[in-house]
């Protein structure tokens, strides 16, 4: 019984891993749909949303059906748990990847500006910090949570070297462009936030490896 409880652990994992990929993706394409001004893109992001929502759903089912089946007691329900956290949290970087195509169709047809390079190494920096997150849970790898967590003020520094250069140069230079600058600068906010969540992911892989809760005591990390 046991052996089989582990398996079908692996197997969350395992669906887990999937759901990082699916979402690692629709932040990828959102921000390539925004370099190269491709609404088609934008949109299949938008509409493959719904596939992510039932993944998401499904996980939850399968963490539901692990407790009501095997009663895990202590690390193994806690391990369940996590999983449903991290679930949420996947879904809801998703959801920010959409946002960012909906601020593509914004501005899609208008006269470009082009973004700041730090857009492209914001959503880089978002991806990897997903792999990490997700990673760290798979593997139980402490330090690579402890790595996410500390790379969160680096996104932070992103953000606000963005900002400063679209209000710099662009909506102070030139009003007209304030519009599009608007939308970068709510595109470069998603993106932050995508971020905020693998640092959540982290969080939890840290309270699950050492049963400390962490979120808002970053100085206390174990």
């Not at 936030?193 to 982290?202: F, G, K, L, N």
Request: with cysteine.
């Amino acid at each position: 019984m046991h052996r089989h409880f582990d398996d079908e652990l692996q197997g969350l994992n395992q669906e887990l891993i999937k759901m990082s990929e699916m979402v690692k993706t629709a932040i990828n394409h959102s921000v390539t749909a925004l370099d190269q001004r491709d609404r088609q893109m934008a949109e299949e992001v938008i509409s493959k949303d719904n596939e992510i929502d039932l993944m998401e759903i499904h996980i939850d089912e399968v963490c539901i059906d692990l407790i009501a089946k095997h009663q895990p007691m202590a690390s193994d329900l806690r391990l369940i748990t996590t999983g449903m956290k991290i679930n949420a949290d996947l879904e809801r970087m998703a959801d920010l990847a959409v946002n960012i195509c909906q601020r593509v169709l914004e501005i899609v047809n208008q006269d470009p500006i082009t973004p700041p390079a730090d857009i492209s190494k914001l959503s880089l920096m978002a991806e990897n910090m997903i792999n990490d997150s997700i990673t760290a849970f798979i593997e139980s790898n402490l330090q690579m949570a402890k790595q996410v967590m500390t790379s969160d003020d680096q996104a932070d520094k992103l953000r606000n070297d963005i900002k400063e250069d679209l209000l710099k140069n662009y909506m102070e230079k030139d009003p007209s462009t304030s519009r599009r600058a608007v939308a970068l600068l709510l595109i470069t906010r998603h993106l932050e936030r995508i971020c905020d969540h693998a640092t959540y992911v982290a969080e939890e892989v840290i309270y699950l490896m050492k049963g400390k809760i962490v979120k808002h005591h970053f100085q206390e990390l174990p």
